[in-house]
């Protein structure tokens, strides 16, 4: 997949519109159905989206997002998309919508199809949306995806952003197709916990990315392109760190080597409890036994395919 961080002319293409935050279900049928029609058509699939969220800049509020650029540009790449223009936003955010459309809609792309969510909106003030742009059949065919629900749920990045947020991952896994997950660089941790009998790999939270409620989950660890069952906890680790550093550390199932300063994935699956804060380094010992007998008791659980 070509990205491009600069417009260029790129005429007669089914053109995909959106911020395309974690790539969820509803994106992806959006995505793929940009894919059918350019395919169907022989023209190129393009996807227009913007590095930083358009809400938060408007707003002036730091952003927290499901997954990074790096993240997310793979997922598009995966479902087949031929390029991706990933643009500031600050260019554009006091564009009306009437001149977004003809001088960067138009201007260089004329596309034959565009593509949008049913509650797409662009330019100054929200003004555009997919009344405007199902007006302008006469200059390109304009498809609106309709809404996506699970569960009864509509799927969005907000409704799964506050799943993440409560630790519901069962859900928010469904709606995004696939496990939520961050990766990072392994650094060095206290190593209290390989006294427990359970060595982990202690990696620092990307502070742009949704955290998830204090407390210990089943998931996966990849490195290196393999998968291992993983015991993971985030939170500020009460019993044995005084000073309440916030901390993801992850036990790897299976796993002996060193992490040190290599890029781990984290996958997170399902919520096993609560943080707690214990008595005694045994009680301590005593519950991640539990919890470690209940993450493999239902390996079913850790699977990327849902």
């Not at 977004?100 to 949008?116: A, G, S």
């Not at 680790?237 to 796993?255: A, M, N, Q, W, Y």
């Not at 519950?287 to 699977?303: A, E, G, R, T």
């Amino acid at each position: 997949m070509q990205v491009r961080y600069e417009l260029n002319e790129n005429k007669n293409v089914a053109l995909a519109l959106g911020f395309f935050d974690g790539v969820h279900l509803a994106h992806q049928t959006l995505i793929k159905k940009t894919v059918e029609l350019a395919k169907k058509n022989n023209v190129k699939s393009v996807l227009l989206t913007f590095l930083k969220s358009p809400s938060s800049i408007i707003l002036n509020k730091t952003p927290l997002y499901i997954t990074s650029t790096e993240k997310k540009l793979e997922l598009i790449e995966d479902l087949g998309i031929d390029e991706t223009y990933l643009l500031d936003f600050n260019r554009y955010k006091t564009m009306r919508a009437d001149n977004y459309l003809r001088e960067v809609i138009l201007k260089y792309f004329y596309p034959k199809y565009v593509i949008t969510g049913f509650n797409h909106t662009f330019g100054l003030n929200k003004e555009g949306d997919s009344k405007l742009l199902s007006v302008m059949k006469s200059v390109f065919e304009y498809v609106e995806i309709p809404p996506v629900t699970v569960s009864n749920i509509l799927v969005s990045s907000t409704n799964i952003k506050n799943m993440i947020k409560e630790g519901e991952f069962i859900l928010a896994n469904k709606m995004l197709n696939r496990n939520f997950s961050i990766k990072g660089k392994v650094i060095n941790g206290n190593k209290i916990a390989r006294t427990l009998g359970y060595k982990t790999a202690n990696i620092i939270w990307n502070s742009e990315i949704q955290k998830p409620q204090y407390g210990v989950y089943a998931g996966l660890a990849i490195y290196k392109g393999v998968s291992y069952q993983a015991l993971i906890n985030f939170g500020i680790r009460p019993s044995v760190d005084k000073d309440l550093c916030e901390t993801l550390e992850v036990h790897l199932i299976g796993f002996s080597g060193e992490l040190y300063g290599d890029e781990l994935e984290v996958e997170f699956c399902s919520k096993i409890r609560n943080e707690i804060k214990f008595d005694s380094i045994n009680d301590l010992k005593e519950q991640i036994d539990k919890d470690y007998k209940k993450l493999i008791s239902y390996p079913l659980y850790y699977s990327t395919t849902l």
